[in-house]
């Protein structure tokens, strides 16, 4: 056998040898139809999914190139089942296609044609379809496009899509590459995503998700909606478009809650769209109401379940999603997959953080005791309360000022869960607190006044999380967190990595309460991260009070 | 002259070469040793050494055999020449009959005899007759054909019954069938009417459709199963819709045998082969379409598997360590069992079933009488051996063994060849139950392997290509190369290929370079191949932040089974990843570790440096452990005042105690409480005892362990040793044609023979007979039946019937038509 990066295992996962010399040929190689589970510094796991196995098959890749991809990288035999086995399953993909046909519109066909008769009898699929042409045809009714590929993927017979896209109304846009260049990754994700079609592309938090975005506009010339989640981001999407296209302020349009414009570039609020009035939601018109070429979806993590419904009345149109976290809290990550599109472009923090685009994070997580009287209160109190005791002692409060005393001068902020305890932290502190309660204008006031370095420390709730263009947070600390919540984690850390004009690493501190669910909590917050090669230090609250 | 007798000088007068050939292929012909040419021969026609010759045949030499069998008889000594064969076997040519009719003459399964009288003498025209005892072996349907309706009529009364009425309405309906008055000048009628091919061709001309399609069911087999095999089916009332199977049974084409099934008759069986009693002649095997895998494949599949199985089994004794595999009471492992070891192993139950047999065939698990659970036996050597070793161990130890692992699982009634207990229906085979055990295990697996070898030597492709060999095409093979094993094969040849691809004899699905060395007896060439090509065990891991510890490949044992104890292992395949938590690390220092011997290991077998939250996890949950701590004593002393519990550890006579103190106010003893109460007693104290119950102390039998028990396997005796055979040769020829029949063992199987041709001729014996006391007595009597170890005969000369055992008849002689007797002879 060869001396190979790869070790193949039989439960279906691919382990990547981070240091091997073929390591990057080989990460290559197998990122077509193997998706990276976890890149921690030295083995990387890869899984094998039937999704991503079909993905490849649609991207043009056969069962033969893979095996042969895993035998030659293979340091040892490659379990014969799993061959067996991926074999078996990229074999049926494309047995169904949707086609175009002149005379009937959308129709599926196979030359498999029990395949077909199987599907047909399948009882949630029966209603999609239309009358049967011929023993290998039968019509599709075109609005049922997504719900069918749904469903045919969740029986195992993914369909291939040859139906193609609608152009959308043409609309010229170019990007203004003046003192700034597409990175590398930036182009080979448009690239990726055109090719492919429709599709998600992940990058970390600071790497510059809107200007994917806005190549991939500049790619189709046409009508865009972009669907974001809040007003605040919705503004930076029209800032970093106006400032990187040639597209001009009466050309791009927002609809929200506020104002409600449709113009050849929309950005719209989930909120809005899923605003349900009576039963109906009055704002979907928005989106196949009109001609769009492209519908970019931000943070297609957070995409609620009706924007899934209402996505799958819209494959003829291209789509991408954008994300740092594919991780969802409600395991839909499939769905996303299945209705946006495959994922197209994914690379681990670490690559890119090594290429210089984003900054390097050092993390630290302080682990505090609390004091006996919280402790008794603690052990005494009902298990719903209990994670609100521990994240909100009072001693980290202490700890918060302690560590704000040992970064003088650097721009921080501090994201809590509870707005009591953020209440008291900004007090003591003496910075101004942002909650959900602050308006828009206050928030993007507060905002600019923290870029502009005129106010230094800023207490944030979970408003601050998404899509907040925070370029010069340097050291973040997180007093409590939502639960268990990975992608959370993931994002707080994410407002630390645009890089620094100085170079600096960012520091990111979560404090812990130690034998508590707060640290057990912290600990399933962090495997994202650390499963990204973001390892965090463990501290005792005495050696970081005194060490920073 | 008696057909024994005949065998035996036909074999004195065979050449020392062709007898070795003989012992070759009869090796039970010679265990043990036989005494002279007449015993050789009375063993030669045993039948049971008969049937055993036949498992061996192929199935041209069976067709050969079967049509012989057919056209001859060995009562009135018709033999039958190749030229005469060739006219009963379709397609067959006379080179072809000659040389199978030779080789059958080696193995002595039949003999030359006369030309029977009136032939043209032909100088290279050799007549046979098949050994004595074949007609009990052959079976009931020899050539799949069924029997004479003379023989019917004789066997099922319910046809001779029904057979004169069935000729008369055939006669009625315009079928030209002689008159019958008895039910045998019948059954000869329907003979004779249907013994032609042209005949039956006429007849069937005006049968309902599909009648056809019907009797060529019965092309290989005489017998078939029909609902309501005996209605009443009569030409008198068939109306024009009637179903082949009314018509069929109206005419006597095919005959009842009981509720369920009817049989078609020889004479009609044999006109619709046209005459022929073997119309299939395959001289050459079957040569089956195959697919073709690389070489590439086919290695990585093999090496793969091996590696896999290898992890797999150390994985299962470190379970079996940790906690003993219990048995059910009705023996084997029960279902809920082999759950917990499938969960441990991160497999599935079948999986688990079969590795936890191939252990115990291999004898790395052990049956512990005391607990009645499975364990490793002390000193195992298996684990410390070099990996291709391991594997031959196992690949031995499953060649050898009885087992059929494959079988766990499935349901019992399933299992042919094994009586299923009544209640048992839907239940499974248990692991490690007697249900899996199947005695001829052994020489399927080596006859598997055997074919496997062969196919993929016909096959292979010359770019290294090997063909891809199924249960259906090795089926196929075996089906002809030993027709009379094919049941045996059938259930469990699906089973071997799958176990042989566990152990990588078999890769993708043909026969690997392993799989070869191993079927051609080469071991030492399939180690070299294994040593060369399994990757060195690693003996480092490397550590990552996520706390988790990846091992590159397969670890030493030492090493991994310390990493067992300090992390939770993951995943499946050839690189472990161990998972460091709080519980874990725990789980070490329960075992004794601490914080600075972990971490010094850790350092110690990192590739790389140990990562801070892993070192912290390891300090921070030391720092913690032991903050309640247990310990075991025999006894406390508790009191008060703790001046006194001070004084009493000063006392010297509280030395043999061993006390401690835990607390001010409390010393634990070493010693029972009763003890304890009677050293505080003598010191003049007056403790109050509060005794609880005695702690239960049991001692265990220990099991010797027996020696090495590394399996070494020899294949299943497919021929006799070297010496073994000169030594019978020397045997044989050293002693001069003495009279014949000298030895028990001929004189018994010729007392045999003339009795059975008695009983078929309906003759008259003179047989010296022993009583209880010893006296022998002679007498004439005409026997009737064997079975049994007992004769049944007819006494003339009181007129009654009789019954004899067979072990106190001395001599058995045709009366040679003397029924009264006189002229007796005194038997040895």
Known sequence: MSDGPLIVQSDKTILLEVDHELATEARHAIAAFAELERAPEHVHSYRLTPLGLWNARAAGLDAEKVLDTLLRYSRFPVPHSLLVDIEETMSRYGRLRLEKDPQHGLVMRTDDYPVLEEVIRAKKIAPLLGPRIDGETVVVHSSQRGQLKQLLLKLGWPADDRAGYVDGTPHLIHLNEDGWQLRPYQKLATENFWAGGSGVVVLPCGAGKTIVGAAAMATGCTTTLILVTNTVSARQWKDELLKRTSLTEDEIGEYSGSVKEVRPVTIATYQVLTTRRGGIYPHLELVDGHDWGLIIYDEVHLLPAPIFRMTADLQARRRLGLTATLVREDGREGEVFSLIGPKRYDAPWKDIEAQGYIAPADCVEVRVDLPRDERVAYAMAEDADKYRLCSTSETKTALVEQLVAAHPGEQLLVIGQYIDQLDEIGARLNAPVIKGETSVRMRQKLFDAFRAGEIQTLVVSKVANFSIDLPEASVAIQVSGSFGSRQEEAQRLGRLLRPKKDGRAARFYALVARDTLDQEFAAKRQRFLAEQGYAYRIMDAKDAGAAE | ?828
């Not at chain 2, 030669?44 to 061996?56: F, G, I, L, N, P």
């Not at chain 2, 060999?469 to 040849?493: C, G, H, I, K, T």
């Not at chain 2, 039998?701 to 040793?721: E, I």
Request: hydrophobic content about 45%; proline content about 7%; some cysteine.
């Open chain 2, 1 to 828: 002259m008696s057909l024994i007798r005949a065998l035996s000088k036909d074999l004195e007068a065979r050449s020392d070469d062709s007898l070795r050939a003989l012992f070759a292929a009869r090796p039970d012909l010679m265990s043990p040793a036989a005494p002279d040419f007449a015993a050789l021969a009375a063993r030669a026609s045993a039948r049971v050494s008969v049937q055993r010759a036949m498992e061996r045949l192929n199935k041209p030499e069976m067709q050969v055999l079967e049509a012989l069998h057919l056209c001859t008889n060995p009562d009135t000594g018709h033999g039958i020449s190749a030229a005469g064969l060739k006219k009963v076997i379709a397609g067959a040519t006379l080179t072809a009959l000659d040389g199978i009719l030779h080789r059958l003459e080696d193995l002595a399964l039949i003999q030359r005899c006369e030309p029977p009288a009136g032939t043209p003498p032909a100088p290279k025209q050799r007549f046979y007759l098949p050994v004595g005892s074949l007609k009990d072996v052959v079976g009931i349907y020899p050539a799949g054909l069924g029997r004479s309706y003379t023989e019917l009529v004789r066997l099922q009364p319910a046809f001779a019954q029904r057979a004169v009425q069935l000729v008369t309405e055939l006669r009625h309906s315009g079928a030209s069938v002689p008159e019958a008055a008895t039910p045998m000048d019948a059954a000869l009628a329907l003979q004779r009417w249907t013994s032609a091919p042209k005949a039956l061709e006429g007849i069937l001309a005006k049968a309902p459709e599909r009648t056809r399609a019907l009797l060529d069911k019965f092309g290989s087999w005489a017998m078939g199963a029909v609902p309501q095999a005996q209605r009443m089916a009569s030409i008198a009332n068939e109306g024009p819709d009637v179903g082949p199977i009314d018509w069929l049974l109206a005419r006597g084409l095919l005959v009842p045998l009981d509720a369920s099934h009817v049989e078609l008759p020889h004479s009609v069986g044999l006109a619709l082969r046209g005459g022929m009693i073997v119309d299939h002649f395959t001289v050459h095997a079957p040569r089956p379409e195959l697919g073709l895998t690389s070489a590439l494949l086919r290695r990585n599949a093999a090496l793969g598997a091996i590696a896999e199985a290898l992890r797999l089994l150390a994985e299962l004794l470190a379970a079996a360590r940790e906690q003993p595999l219990a048995t059910l009471r009705s023996g084997g492992v029960g279902v809920r069992e082999l759950k917990r070891l499938a969960d441990r192993l991160r497999v599935d139950m079948r999986e688990a079933g079969l590795f936890l047999e191939i252990a115990a065939l291999a004898g790395l698990l052990r049956l512990d009488v005391d607990s009645s659970t499975w364990v490793q036996p002390a000193g195992l050597e298996w684990i410390s051996l070099p990996r291709q070793e391991q594997w031959l161990w196992v690949v031995n130890a499953w060649l050898a063994s009885e087992r059929a692992p494959s079988l766990v699982g499935q349901a019992v009634s399933a299992s042919a060849g094994h009586q299923g207990r009544p209640s048992s229906a839907g239940t499974t085979i248990n692991a490690l139950s007697a249900e899996a055990q199947r005695p001829d295990a052994p020489l399927i697996r080596r006859r598997v392997l055997e074919i496997l070898h062969e196919l993929t030597e016909e096959a292979s492709a010359p770019d290294g290509r090997a063909p891809v060999l199924d249960a259906r095409s090795v089926l196929e093979r075996a089906e002809w190369s030993q027709p009379r094993m094919a049941r045996r094969f059938s259930s469990l040849v699906p089973g071997i290929l799958r176990e042989a691809e566990l152990l990588g004899l078999i890769g993708s699905g043909a026969l690997t370079q392993l799989g070869a060395a191993v079927a051609v007896e080469q071991p030492e060439r399939a180690l070299d191949i294994l040593g060369e090509h399994l990757p060195a065990a690693v003996n480092h891991v490397l550590l990552q932040a996520d706390l988790t510890a990846v091992a590159p490949g397969y670890l030493s044992p030492g090493l991994g089974e310390r990493l067992a104890l300090l992390a939770d292992a993951e995943g499946q395949g050839p690189a472990t990843i161990y998972r460091f938590s709080e519980g874990s690390i725990r789980r070490a220092l329960d075992a004794g570790q601490d914080a600075a011997s972990i971490l010094q290991f850790l350092r110690e077998h990192s590739a790389t440096e140990v990562p801070q939250p892993l070192e912290y996890l390891v300090q921070d949950t030391a720092s913690r452990h032991g903050r309640l701590r247990v310990a075991s004593s025999a006894s406390f002393i508790q009191s008060d005042d703790e001046t006194a519990i001070a004084e009493l550890l000063q006392e010297s006579g509280t030395a043999s105690l061993g006390l401690v103190r835990l607390a001010p106010t409390v010393l634990t003893s070493a010693a029972s409480p009763r003890e304890t109460a009677r050293v505080l007693r003598e010191l003049g104290l007056s403790p109050t005892v509060q005794e609880a119950e005695p702690a239960v102390v049991r001692y265990k039998r220990t099991t010797a362990v027996p020696g090495s028990a590394r399996p070494v396997y020899s294949a299943p005796r497919s021929a006799p040793a070297e010496d073994d055979v000169e030594a019978q040769l020397a045997v044989l020829r050293q002693r001069p044609a003495g009279p014949p029949a000298t030895s028990g063992e001929a004189a018994a199987q010729l007392g045999l023979e003339a009795l059975e041709r008695a009983i078929r001729l309906k003759q008259a014996v003179t047989m010296n007979v022993v009583d209880g006391q010893g006296n022998s007595a002679t007498e004439t009597v005409v026997p009737v039946s064997v079975s049994g170890g007992r004769v049944r005969v007819f006494d003339p000369a009181r007129d009654t019937e009789r019954v004899l055992s067979i072990h106190r008849i001395v001599d058995v002689e045709p009366a040679a038509g003397q029924v009264a007797g006189h002229a007796h002879k005194q038997g040895t």
